[in-house]
């Protein structure tokens, strides 16, 4: 499987000709990366990378991971592609079946918010062949959910906000639950004005002892890479 950040939390799954777009294309909210435009007229055309079999699945509609309107446009010039949309409507958990992939869903609180921005929130566990990733998105520092969710398995990779990074117990959650950890949502500014990466980067010092398979994603795109064990490189 080829994993590559396109854009703040917007992950594109390769394998072979299926692939899958998490939370992209998404819209403008600063700190965070929009989905270039120049991606999303490829995206739109079909083009590599986003040809062949293309799913999208969403963790919620925040701007900052979804555009309804952008969704709409690229449906319109490939009506054919399946869509997993989280709303009130669907249930606490479930699994769907987009292309050759797998999605797990459950129900997770978002990150306290303004009850305005209250959304419906999910984390997906992704399965393709025998590789499995975790992506949680805007989750809730919930370890023990996280846990409950994940029953025992250990995930080939994880996708964490970087608030995962500031508690013991979330720490020694990444350790547990994935093989290659990596935070996302991180501003790629290098004047970083709401000072998210500092302090990512100032966790990752500060607790490198116990993060040796975490990386901070900081730059757009970003390609990672699982190799036949489904171990990410």
Same mark, same amino acid.
Request: net charge neutral; charged share 25%; hydrophobic share 40%.
């Given at each position: 499987?080829?994993?590559?950040?396109? =854009?703040?939390?917007?992950?594109?799954?390769?394998?072979?000709?299926?692939?899958?777009?998490?939370?992209? !294309?998404?819209?403008?909210?600063? !700190?965070?990366? /929009?989905? +270039?435009?120049?991606?999303?007229?490829?995206?739109?055309?079909?083009? +590599?990378?986003?040809?062949?079999? &293309?799913?999208?699945?969403?963790?919620?509609?925040?701007?900052?991971?979804?555009?309804? *309107?952008?969704?709409?446009?690229?449906?319109?010039?490939?009506?054919?592609?399946?869509? @997993?949309?989280?709303?009130?409507?669907?249930?606490?958990?479930?699994?769907?079946? &987009?292309?050759?992939?797998?999605? #797990?869903?459950?129900?997770?609180?978002?990150? !306290?918010?303004?009850?305005? &921005?209250?959304?419906?929130?999910?984390?997906?566990?992704?399965?393709?062949?025998?590789?499995?990733?975790?992506?949680?998105?805007?989750?809730?520092?919930?370890?023990?959910?996280?846990?409950?969710?994940?029953?025992?398995?250990? =995930?080939?990779?994880? @996708?964490?906000?970087?608030?995962? &990074?500031?508690? /013991?117990?979330?720490? #020694?959650?990444?350790? /547990?639950?994935?093989?290659?950890?990596?935070?996302?949502?991180?501003?790629? *500014?290098?004047?970083?004005?709401?000072?998210?990466?500092?302090? =990512? /980067?100032?966790?990752?010092?500060?607790?490198?002892?116990?993060?040796?398979?975490?990386?901070?994603?900081?730059?757009?795109?970003?390609?990672?890479?699982?190799?036949?064990?489904?171990? =990410?490189?």
């Amino acid at each position: 499987m080829k994993i590559t950040l396109v =854009c703040n939390c917007g992950l594109l799954l390769e394998c072979g000709v299926h692939k899958l777009l998490i939370d992209a !294309p998404n819209g403008p909210l600063p !700190p965070y990366y /929009e989905f +270039p435009e120049a991606e999303f007229q490829k995206l739109i055309a079909a083009q +590599p990378p986003y040809d062949g079999s &293309l799913a999208f699945a969403f963790t919620h509609t925040h701007s900052d991971h979804f555009c309804r *309107d952008k969704l709409r446009r690229v449906l319109g010039a490939r009506p054919q592609t399946k869509v @997993f949309l989280p709303d009130e409507a669907a249930p606490d958990a479930g699994a769907v079946q &987009l292309g050759g992939f797998t999605i #797990e869903f459950y129900r997770f609180l978002h990150m !306290p918010v303004p009850k305005n &921005l209250a959304v419906d929130h999910f984390v997906l566990l992704v399965r393709y062949g025998g590789e499995t990733v975790y992506i949680t998105a805007d989750a809730q520092t919930d370890a023990d959910l996280h846990r409950a969710i994940l029953a025992g398995r250990r =995930c080939d990779a994880a @996708f964490w906000n970087g608030l995962y &990074l500031s508690y /013991e117990q979330t720490r #020694e959650l990444l350790h /547990e639950a994935a093989n290659q950890n990596y935070i996302y949502h991180v501003p790629i *500014d290098p004047r970083d004005v709401s000072g998210i990466r500092r302090k =990512c /980067e100032r966790n990752m010092m500060r607790h490198s002892s116990e993060l040796s398979s975490v990386t901070v994603l900081s730059r757009y795109p970003a390609e990672l890479w699982t190799d036949e064990k489904g171990k =990410c490189r």
